[in-house]
């Protein structure tokens, strides 16, 4: 079945650094979207991307949709503490609303 | 709004036990999702509804999880007997197929141990 890969797996930044993270899939997608979970919470929707080459922006964050739509990645500027938590990816599979999710990318910042 | 509900937020039970999830969508979302979460497996979905009926339950582990969603504020997940190995959070998540998104939102998570 359809699959998502999402590297890295944890990454532990300094306050201030930058992050990012890939979502990668084998096949075209539809669209893909991107959630964010805090320690002890539940995923929280952060963006839809739709369209090839599409780059969306939420103040740090900046959201990129590949041209051939098998790949996105999800890049932090600046990291803050509350940045905190891990980020999934997760593409529709089908014509159907089922989400296959990424394993996550679990972000660990130093103050 | 007040958002997807899920009750309880804890349980803990012992092996054998029957134990019942449930979980109120946002009104006037159509789709229901019930999902767990471990270290190990990362989030996976159990069983999605679509207006009330079961539209994907290959995620369901084995004969032991059931799942209903009677109308269309209400659903269950119904593990009997519980095992260790259920030990999980399990959310539930519901969407809507009348916004510009399908995006999915979260219940608060009911964290269940199996002893």
């Known amino acids: 079945g359809q699959q998502v890969m999402q590297i890295p797996q944890y990454q532990h930044v300094q306050e201030g650094e930058d992050f990012t993270t890939y979502c990668n899939s084998s096949t075209t997608l539809s669209n893909i979207q991107w959630y964010k979970q805090r320690p002890g919470g539940h995923p929280v929707f952060l963006i839809q991307l739709v369209k090839s080459g599409e780059v969306k922006k939420q103040k740090r964050l900046t959201f990129q949709f590949g041209e051939a739509k098998k790949n996105s990645s999800l890049h932090i500027t600046a990291t803050q503490t509350t940045d905190v938590g891990t980020y999934f990816c997760?593409?529709?599979?089908?014509?159907?609303?089922?989400?296959?999710w990424g394993l996550g990318t679990s972000l660990a910042v130093n103050p | 709004d007040a958002g997807v509900i899920q009750s309880p937020r804890h349980e803990v039970t012992e092996m054998g036990q029957e134990v019942t999830l449930r979980c109120k969508p946002i009104s006037g979302h159509n789709s229901l999702f019930w999902y767990r979460q471990t270290m190990m497996r990362g989030l996976e979905l159990l069983i999605y509804f679509n207006n009330n009926v079961p539209i994907d339950d290959s995620g369901m582990p084995e004969d032991r999880f059931s799942a209903k969603m009677p109308n269309a504020s209400f659903s269950t997940l119904k593990i009997q007997p519980s095992e260790p190995r259920d030990s999980a959070v399990y959310f539930c998540?519901?969407?809507?197929?009348?916004?510009?998104?399908?995006?999915?939102?979260f219940g608060p998570g009911t964290r269940l141990t199996v002893l």
């Open positions: 998540a519901s969407s809507s197929a009348g916004g510009p998104y399908n995006e999915q939102f």
């Open positions: 997760a593409v529709n599979a089908g014509n159907n609303r089922k989400l296959i």
